[in-house]
């Protein structure tokens, strides 16, 4: 499949580049990013060695403390030409490795995109990408360096396991799971990193820029959707794709609505950005039963640019979204974060510091419950107490990274993360470093 995949690249890709350069036809332009890294990492024991999706602890040897990855995209754009009054076109992101993408996605597209837009009424985007509550998000991998800050690479390389100590003589460790227990990431829910979430197909609004003030507003009927029609999730059920399946069964929400709004201002050499965001949606019942909270989050930001200077600030809240209906006595729901950046861009040099705290309590409680397959409809299912908090679960981060412009679209970068993961239910709980050393390549 992997063979064939890159085999039809090499032959459409081209074919696609010279049919943009065709008179009166839209403008096909091919954009993209390949990085390649060392990566080094020391976490706390037992992390440092995989666990199986079963009971009894099943451990494999230990993991490699340091590899060379690669990390490629590719982008195809589509734009109309400049003399049409109504402007359209789209982006195809694809996914360019030799093996699942950093993500964890294993699709050729990563990220697919249509816009029609006019200066009369605004923008209109449908498809697999982020909505306007995620775009306006304070995203500071933007102005972070290097591997991307706290919001970058550093996450992928620490082992995912969360573990849930059950009734009987063993527990379990849930792999792929401690971006339940935590808010490993500063993102709204419908673009929470590392779930797919983003890829839930949506439609989008966005005004036209008024007066510094862009206001924008998604649609988004059913999170665990992605894709094409095969990719529908049902009404009362999780995703069907199975590349999401292992992550996210249990079902999440639907009919969200995401918006935001952005407010920018240059006076001078100053650049003065906030943007504030939020999203409310529906719990989905599972065989008939409301067994989780329905979606609020919200986010504000702003950030503050003089020449080459920026510095920002964000803090994000989830309430108890996704979190049992019925709390059980002494325990404690909620989820909330805020970073801080700073940076700097020279003509060549640029460095950047970045910071994350989060906490999270009942972030396992979504996918904790005790659930059959559709095998059994007349199931209902059993909340767990094993799956709640009596206290948060809280995350911190600090990274550093620099980067040099050495030719045109190649840039030589080194990035030390340090981090720390805190629960009451693992001890001890993971601690440590990754530091990323690389080269990237943008096209």
Known sequence: M???RFILLSLVLPGIAYAGQVGGAPKVTIEGRMDTTWGLRHQNAPYDRMYSFTPGYTISPDLRDHAIVNDTKIDIKVNSPEDCEIAYGGLIRLNAD???????EDSIADKTMFFVQ???FGRIEGGNYPGAGAMFEMDISTYAKAGYGVEGFWLKWMNDVALVVLPGPTP?????????????SPNLPSNYSGLFYSDAPKLTYYTKPLDDLTIGVSYIPDLDSTGTVVGIAPLTGGPVDSQRFALGYRPTYRNIISGGAQYKKKLADWVFTMNVAGEIGSAKKYRNTDYIRDLRAYEVGGIVSYKTYSAGATYGNWG????YRAQFPGTKQGASYWTLTASQQMEKLGYSLTYIHSRRAGGLEGV???LTNNSAPFFTPLQLPEFSDTSDNRMKALSFGAQYLVAPGLLPYTEVTGFRFSSAAETPSNHGYVWLTGIRMNF
């Not at 030799?98 to 964890?104: D, K, L, Q, R, V």
């Not at 792999?175 to 808010?183: A, D, E, K, V």
């Not at 108890?320 to 979190?323: A, D, N, R, Y």
């Open 172 to 184: 379990v460790l849930l792999s792929g799971l401690s971006g339940f227990r935590y808010l490993a």
């Open 320 to 323: 108890k979204t996704g979190t």
């Open 2 to 4: 992997k063979t064939r």
């Open 118 to 120: 006019s200066n009369r």
């Open 368 to 370: 904790g419950s005790q």
């Open 98 to 104: 030799t093996s699942t993408a950093t993500s964890g």
